[in-house]
Nanobody
Framework: QVQLVESGGGLVQPGRSLRLSCAASGFTFSMYTMSWYRQAPGKEREYVAGISSPGGRANYADSVKGRFTISTDDINNTVYLQMNSLKPEDTAIYYC??????WGQGTQVTVSS
């Protein structure tokens, strides 16, 4: 079964860090461009970051550039999103996506003091 499972979300204070994980199963994700999206309460889902395949070129939304880093672990078929210097406006449900899958359950990130 082709699927993605996100994890790693939680409640953090502003300025702190979190690392999200997206475990892929049923396909070799390193053959495809993988992306992270997020949806904040009352807002539309928006693109956050992506990493191309082949090449591993990363791309980021302006709102997270310089703070977030997308990376992959080809051995474990996992995509990561390292989020540093988190802000309250980063609060959202975060989803990963591949060309082969639909939206998953996502993982909630809440940035609050």
């Amino acid at each position: 079964q082709v699927q993605l499972v996100e994890s790693g979300g939680g409640l953090v204070q502003p300025g702190r860090s979190l690392r999200l994980s997206c475990a892929a199963s049923g396909f070799t994700f390193s053959m495809y461009t993988m992306s992270w999206y997020r949806q904040a309460p009352g807002k539309e889902r928006e693109y956050v970051a992506g990493i191309s395949s082949p090449g591993g070129r990363a791309n980021y939304a302006d709102s997270v550039k310089g703070r977030f880093t997308i990376s992959t672990d080809d051995i474990n078929n996992t995509v990561y999103l390292q989020m540093n210097s988190l802000k309250p406006e980063d609060t959202a449900i975060y989803y990963c996506l591949s060309p082969l899958t639909d939206w998953g359950q996502g993982t909630q990130v809440t940035v609050s003091s």
